[in-house]
């Protein structure tokens, strides 16, 4: 109970939905532990130092698993903004997995259900409930939790993206035993890092980092930005937003026409999501990249 009273305080009560008191809604704080243990583990900084080794992971561990987060589990297993072949599917499954962020058809189904209804009480991380919750808060309910099967029927049909999204905690478990492999066999050959300061700063801070830029499109992109697009939800384009994550800041071209591979509408709106699944379609992993309709690029305000 100590324990509860004092992350609620930490993230401003005031910030939770009506329907707290609903067991459902309530946070499940076994779940927060994980988290805060994460958080906590970057600052063992202090007593493992940084190097360039160990940053340099960290920036390409952000990076990969920023695109795996963007172009998978958002433009293609909730969206179906293109096509791959099954096994590419599943190693995009496993790319998005690595993030932290839960399973493939657990992260779809949520933002599916976000498109349907969007900034309304039904959103699962709606702004109405205030920033903490859009931001995180919605991440560690008991409702929140499940997978919502019924959103997701087209690619819960495959036993192995079933399997990844069941066992989807192994995935980052299994990256994060690797960069303390891989610190210690650098060290071994003579580089200045080791394999606990991999740890800490290859995965911890590229980790976390990426869990908030994420959880931004949730909270701020829907408060801060311009509206080219008349949506009757509140998104927002925000290019600071779309540079940290790799485009996903142009949330309202995206409302207006989800299930476009890009969603950097006009020419100067930098989407490197997309420049990324240019690449793989180029390379043939991936196919059909599904455009913005004309029609839609001449509804822009001040078109």
């Avoid at 657990?106 to 039904?122: K, L, P």
């Avoid at 890009?262 to 420049?275: I, K, M, N, P, S």
Wanted: charged share 15%; aromatic share 14%.
């Amino acid at each position: 109970m100590r324990l509860k009273s004092t992350l609620m305080a930490w993230f401003d009560a005031e910030s939770l939905p009506a329907t707290e008191g609903a067991a459902l809604d309530r946070i499940d704080w076994l779940r927060v532990v994980p988290f805060l243990v994460l958080h906590a583990g970057c600052l063992l900084v202090f007593v493992v130092g940084v190097s360039a080794p160990a940053l340099l992971v960290a920036a390409a561990l952000y990076v990969a698993r920023m695109f795996a987060v963007t172009a998978f589990y958002h433009r293609y297993f909730s969206h179906r903004a293109f096509e791959t072949s099954r096994p590419m599917q599943l190693v995009f499954a496993l790319a998005g997995a690595s993030s932290a962020q839960r399973g493939p058809l657990w992260w779809a189904a949520h933002h599916r259900r976000h498109h349907v209804f969007s900034d309304t009480e039904r959103d699962a991380h709606t702004p109405l409930n205030g920033f903490w919750w859009s931001h995180v808060l919605w991440f560690f309910t008991r409702r929140n939790h499940r997978t919502d099967s019924a959103r997701i029927r087209d690619f819960a049909a495959y036993p192995e993206l079933r399997l990844v999204d069941r066992f989807d905690s192994l995935v980052p478990m299994t990256l994060a035993l690797g960069t303390y492999v891989l610190g210690e066999l650098l060290h071994a050959h003579g580089y200045a890092t080791s394999g606990w300061q991999m740890l800490v700063v290859g995965f911890c801070w590229s980790t976390v980092l990426l869990f908030h830029a994420t959880s931004s499109i949730n909270s701020l992109a829907h408060r801060f930005g311009s509206r080219p697009y008349p949506n009757v939800d509140h998104s927002r384009n925000n290019l600071w937003l779309a540079l940290l994550t790799l485009g996903e800041g142009w949330h309202n071209n995206h409302h207006r026409y989800p299930v476009s591979a890009r969603q950097g509408f006009a020419w100067w709106e930098v989407d490197l999501c997309y420049a990324g699944l240019r690449g793989l379609a180029a390379m043939g992993v991936i196919k059909n990249l599904r455009p913005v309709p004309a029609a839609v690029l001449q509804e822009r305000l001040g078109a």
